[in-house]
């Protein structure tokens, strides 16, 4: 490249600079959305398995109801502790032939109540 006398180059200097600091900035963003990622991933592993343990109280329930059908109504309760749930309570409603079995926990990171229903219908002797 020629330099004429008189006119003045004007240089690339600082984007180098600003180059490498966009691609920090890109970085930096990728790194916490994947931290923020791999975080909602851990909170939903653990509502899980407590949606799990909901699930097999509740059943085991009706599974003893079912067992007992003569004894449906013996089997009604309101908010009964379970120990395998942080805050876990269970209800029981018996209506003729139908039950509902309500399991209620509040997992420690949690702001409200969760729960799981399970609703059937026994028949026979």
Known sequence: MKHFPGIRQRGQQGSTLIEV??????FSVGVIALVRTLGIAMQDSGDIEY???ASTVADERIGRM???RSNLAGYAE???AI???PAGTRTVTVNGN????TVTWKPPSALLARSH???ATITGN
Do not use: C, F, H, M
């Open 83 to 85: 120990e395998l749930l």
């Open 117 to 119: 229903q399970v609703t």
């Open 66 to 68: 079912w067992v007992d």
């Open 98 to 101: 139908v039950v509902t079995v």
């Open 78 to 80: 309101t908010d009964s």
């Open 51 to 53: 949606r799990a343990v």
């Open 21 to 26: 600091l966009v691609s920090i900035l890109l």
